[in-house]
Each structure stands twice: as structure tokens, then as C-alpha cells.
């Protein structure tokens, strides 16, 4: 049997694998298989149980935003009617008011930052290997023990926070340790489980648990803050952390790390998902290129998207409850229930618009590349347009809400935007990216709440502070945006598959050509 030479063995080679590629493309935008002849597809108990973890973990982590306005035992003075001071009017109590307690701890507002801060210590250290432990053992375990451990840690909190400040500090900052973990390896499996043109839909539906978390954590907490029993704050730490527990044990016993593994799917599920992620080694582990993830310009440009859009995002998550009790004298449900708004329309509009998303690229009227761009500038501008708008809406309660809760929703966006670029950089690594870039962006996490402690004052806090807090945030989001403009990409980097050489190459494409008799 007569070889061809290597490069033409080469070229037929690739125009072999484009075909195949395009028949895998056209069966998925041309072709509505019947892929499961389940009442529910596998992937979608794994969007499911997703959901609730992300919904769980978030409620967890949010929770101290409401439980420390009731645990403080009032470092700020009573609101002024000063009209000389630049801070809002206090108004009386009406018979809605939920009277104030006095809370437990004299802790400063810096002190309050840094518990605010400090579980983001934790958070950012198990970012990368969460990543990588799950690409090469499976994310079950590694999300599963993560979202327990922060569980774990949330009911020792209130024990904690009593005992010491330091030592209250210390299982915020192991409850992050535990919490850390959890979106890289759902970004490993969402890359093993996910078909293409389903990932921002289905990101959305996963991740948007974030925001459902917040949205029924925040009032909730409110609530429980106002109790007299087991004192109030206490309780929501124990009901979200029990509800983690119990969460670990439905979660150990549905999920599986890959298609294959799964001793329920149906073998049309597997057929469809293999043929458009193709099949998986998961005996092959490649090193990790860490040079090549250091001068690759798309990676980059989603690690600092993903920065800008964090210290907007912690900027309203840590400090929003503190602005609307301190500077808008809310009481603590109402101010619970209204700092949750943000979150729900962020949760709505974030799977709209990813839906929306899909329906552009399926119908072929944008490019993906296109697509994360646009998305992303969304999520972007209109989250700190509202932050700018509400800088000079000043004391006026009902335009603060209007503009946090409209344009926060368009946060949603970034879902479609930048969250899944990874996979398309590289499915072998896109948990280890995961966890770099939302490892850099959570750095945010604590410096966001560090930088508006040495802005805001002790003694007196005005709407000129609360300003500059909003435009700093306003600012690292939109200069982070264009950067991402320059430099994202959509096309999978040539270092993230091992390399074939050319023996291996020409064999498949002589035995098509020249088959035995």
C-alpha cells in the first residue's frame, strides 16, 4: 500500500475533519434528534442539582450582609436632619417600622470590612486546584465537598463569632477554602456534559442559582435577624447551612462526573452529547501549560472582564444593606427584601437573554465571538450606568431602586458573555481557567469591601463618600470591558490538545483511502 506524502496526507486530513465537523454542527442546528427517551433528560437533573448548590453556596455567603447590620451594636450615630450635612434626612417610624435591636458586637466599620472581606481569603486560594482536581478526578466530589464544607462552616459561624473576632474571621475565611472550589468544577463538568450550542442556556440556569441564592437569602435573613429566638441573626447561618447538609446527600446520590459513567442516562442522550463534544479520554491527563496561559491575550481578557464585573458585583453584594440602613435609613427587612430586588431581575433577565443568545448563534445571524462581545459590553455598561445613576439620585428612595433593580438585571448578561469563553479556549483546561480567572476576580471580594472601609467614615458617613465608592466601581467595570473587547477570541488555542504527529495522522486518512480487501 503506497503512503501520501505528509502534507498532502495533512490537507485531506483536515478537510476529513472539517466535514465531520460540519456533520456534527448540522445535526445539531439542522437536526432535533430524539436524544433521551426519558421523562428527563440526565444533563438536565445535573442543571437541576447545580442550580440548588450554586442557590445554597451563595445563600451562605450572603447571609452576613444582613446578619452584621443586627449584630452590630450601632458604631454609626443617629441619622441628622442637618441640612448643612451631605446626608440624607431621617424619617420617622410609621407602624411598618420593625423596631432596631441592639446587637452583640461593638465592631468598627473597618472591622466590619474585613468580615465581610475575609471569606474571600479563603475563596480565591482553592480556585485553581479545585479546577485542575476536578479535570483530571471528576467534579462530583470535589462540588459535592465543597458546597458540605461551607455548609459545615456556616453552622459553626455564630459559635465562632461569639467565642472571638479573630477566630469568627477564621471559619469565614475556611467557609471561602470550601466554597472555593465549586465553580471550577462545575465548569469541568458543564465542559464533559454540555453540547455547544446549549452551554449559555444552560450556564445561565446553572450559574443564575447565584442570584436566586441572594434574592431568597437576603429577605429571609431579614426576617430571622427580627426574631427573638436562638437571638435573631444566629438563625441564618443554622437554616442555610442545614439546608446544605441535605442538599450534599441528594446531590452524592444523582449525580455522575461524566455521561458515561452515569448508570441511568439513556444511550441516546450519550450518542447525542458524544457527537457534539466528541468522545472523552478520561484516561489521558495532559500537563498543565502554564506559559502558554500566561501570554495568552484571551485568557487575559476574561480574567480582567471578570474583575471589573466583580467589584461592581461585590460593591452592591457586601455594601448595599450597609448603604441603605446607614445612608437611606431603611429598616432591616425592608432594606433586606429591597437589596434582594437586583439579584431576581439579574436572575429573570440573565436566562432570557441567554436564550435569546442561543436562538442569534443556532439562526447563524452573529458569530459567537460577536455574540460574547456584545453580551458582555451588556452586562457590563448598563450595571454601572446604574451605579452612576444612582450617585446622584441621592436621597430619593424609590430612584435607587428603580435604576439598581433595571439595570442590574442587564448583569444577567454576562452568562452569554464571557462566563463560558473557556470552554471554547480550551475544553481540556476550562476548569483550571475557571478557577484562575474567578480566582483573580475575587480578589475583588475582599478589596472591594477593604477600599470602601478606608473611603467610608466612622463617625459620619455623607452621599460624597458613598459617591466615590460608585464611580470607582463604575470605572474598573467599563475600562475592564473594552479590554475584553480588544483581546476576547472564541477559537481554541493550539495548545490545548496534545500534540499528533504525523504517523498518527496519515494512518486514519490511508485506510479511508486505500481500504484492505
Request: hydrophobic share 45%; proline share 5%; with cysteine.
Amino acid at each position: 500500500m503506497m503512503a501520501l506524502p505528509v502534507e498532502e496526507s495533512s490537507m485531506l486530513n483536515d478537510d476529513i475533519e472539517n466535514d465531520v465537523t460540519s456533520s456534527h454542527r448540522n445535526l445539531v442546528v439542522n437536526e432535533r434528534v430524539e436524544e433521551t427517551t426519558g421523562w428527563i433528560k440526565c444533563r438536565t437533573v445535573l442543571g437541576i442539582m447545580g442550580f440548588f448548590g450554586f442557590a445554597n453556596v451563595y445563600a451562605m455567603r450572603v447571609n452576613l450582609s444582613v446578619a452584621i447590620v443586627a449584630m452590630i451594636n450601632s458604631t454609626v450615630p443617629l441619622p441628622s436632619n442637618d441640612s448643612t450635612l451631605d446626608v440624607c434626612p431621617s424619617t420617622g417610624p410609621s407602624n411598618t417600622t420593625i423596631p432596631t435591636k441592639q446587637g452583640d458586637f461593638n465592631w468598627t466599620a473597618e472591622q466590619q470590612s474585613i468580615i465581610l472581606g475575609s471569606f474571600f481569603y479563603g475563596y480565591v486560594l482553592t480556585q485553581i486546584p479545585g479546577g485542575r482536581i476536578a479535570e483530571i478526578y471528576g467534579g462530583k466530589l470535589v462540588y459535592g465537598v465543597g458546597v458540605l464544607l461551607t455548609a459545615v462552616f456556616t453552622l459553626l459561624s455564630p459559635i465562632a463569632a461569639y467565642t472571638d473576632f479573630k477566630l469568627f474571621i477564621a471559619v469565614r475565611v475556611l467557609e471561602g477554602l470550601g466554597e472555593g472550589v465549586t465553580y471550577p468544577a462545575m465548569h469541568a463538568m458543564l465542559a464533559r456534559w454540555i453540547p455547544p450550542l446549549e452551554r449559555s442556556k444552560f450556564a445561565a440556569y446553572v450559574y443564575a442559582g447565584s442570584n436566586i441564592g441572594t434574592v431568597i437569602s437576603l429577605p429571609i435573613s431579614g426576617w430571622l435577624c427580627t426574631l427573638e429566638f436562638g437571638g435573631g441573626w444566629p438563625l441564618c447561618f443554622y437554616l442555610f447551612g442545614g439546608l446544605g447538609v441535605v442538599w450534599f446527600i441528594a446531590w452524592i446520590f444523582l449525580i455522575y462526573d461524566t455521561p458515561q459513567r452515569h448508570p441511568r442516562i439513556c444511550p441516546k442522550e450519550i450518542e447525542f452529547i458524544t457527537q457534539t463534544i466528541g468522545p472523552q479520554d478520561e484516561e489521558t491527563s495532559i500537563s498543565i501549560p502554564w506559559c502558554k496561559f500566561l501570554t495568552c491575550l484571551p485568557l487575559w481578557a476574561i480574567l480582567i472582564a471578570q474583575c471589573g464585573q466583580s467589584w461592581l458585583f461585590y460593591t452592591q453584594l457586601t455594601e448595599l444593606p450597609t448603604y441603605m440602613n446607614n445612608i437611606l435609613h431603611f429598616d432591616i427587612v425592608s432594606n433586606a427584601r429591597l437589596s434582594a430586588l437586583p439579584y431576581l431581575t439579574a436572575w429573570v433577565a440573565g436566562i432570557l437573554i441567554s436564550i435569546f443568545a442561543d436562538w442569534l448563534l443556532a439562526k447563524g445571524w452573529i458569530s459567537r465571538l460577536n455574540s460574547m462581545k456584545l453580551w458582555n459590553t451588556v452586562a457590563a455598561f448598563m450595571p454601572a450606568f446604574g451605579l452612576l445613576g444612582i450617585a446622584w439620585a441621592g436621597c430619593d428612595r424609590i430612584a435607587v431602586m428603580v435604576l439598581l433593580s433595571v439595570t442590574s438585571a442587564f448583569g444577567g448578561a454576562a452568562y452569554a458573555g464571557n462566563q463560558m469563553n473557556h470552554i471554547d479556549l480550551s475544553p481540556q483546561f476550562a476548569g483550571t481557567m475557571y478557577g484562575i480567572t474567578n480566582a483573580a476576580s475575587n480578589i475583588c471580594g475582599f478589596m472591594a469591601p477593604y477600599v470602601i472601609g478606608l473611603i467610608i467614615s466612622d463617625t459620619q458617613q455623607t452621599l460624597g463618600q458613598w459617591r466615590e465608592v460608585f464611580y470607582l466601581a463604575a470605572a474598573i467595570d467599563l475600562g475592564a470591558n473594552l479590554f475584553y473587547l480588544f483581546f476576547a477570541s472564541t477559537e481554541e488555542q493550539d495548545w490545548s490538545r496534545p500534540e499528533i504527529d504525523d504517523m498518527t495522522i496519515s494512518a486514519p486518512v490511508e485506510s479511508l483511502l486505500f481500504p484492505e480487501s
